[in-house]
């Protein structure tokens, strides 16, 4: 069973930072484009930041500049570093892996993002 295991959830100040991480197996990890998406309460889950397996990265307008996506290859994990936090990014965040052979998608089990003072 596949298995994406996400951590670095918490309550945060607005301005404050987060990084969050997304371990997988180095099966899933060598051939998959890693994402990050998020959905708040009541909203559709949301694309936040993909890095594909070469690297290559793009984000959504509303995290620019603030957010930078990476990946380890040797943790075979994913990072989401998360600057300048507002109220308006608190959500759960997922994190997806879309294995390029097989064509399948995964999804970690969420982690919570707060942002309140």
């Known amino acids: 069973q596949v298995q994406l295991v996400e951590s670095g959830g918490g309550l945060v100040q607005p301005g404050g930072s987060l990084r969050l991480s997304c371990a997988t197996s180095?099966?899933?990890?060598?051939?998959?484009?890693m994402a990050w998406y998020r959905q708040a309460p009541g909203k559709s889950r949301d694309l936040v930041a993909r890095?594909?397996?070469?690297?290559?990265?793009n984000y959504a307008d509303f995290v620019k500049g603030r957010f930078t996506i990476s990946r380890d290859t040797t943790k075979t994990t994913v990072y989401l570093q998360m600057t300048s936090l507002k109220p308006e990014d608190t959500a759960v965040y997922y994190c997806?892996?879309?294995?390029?052979?097989?064509?399948?998608?995964?999804w970690g089990q969420g982690t919570q993002v707060t942002v309140s003072s």
């Open positions: 997806n892996a879309y294995h390029l052979v097989t064509r399948n998608g995964y």
């Open positions: 180095s099966s899933i990890f060598r051939f998959s484009d």
């Open positions: 890095i594909t397996m070469g690297g290559s990265t």
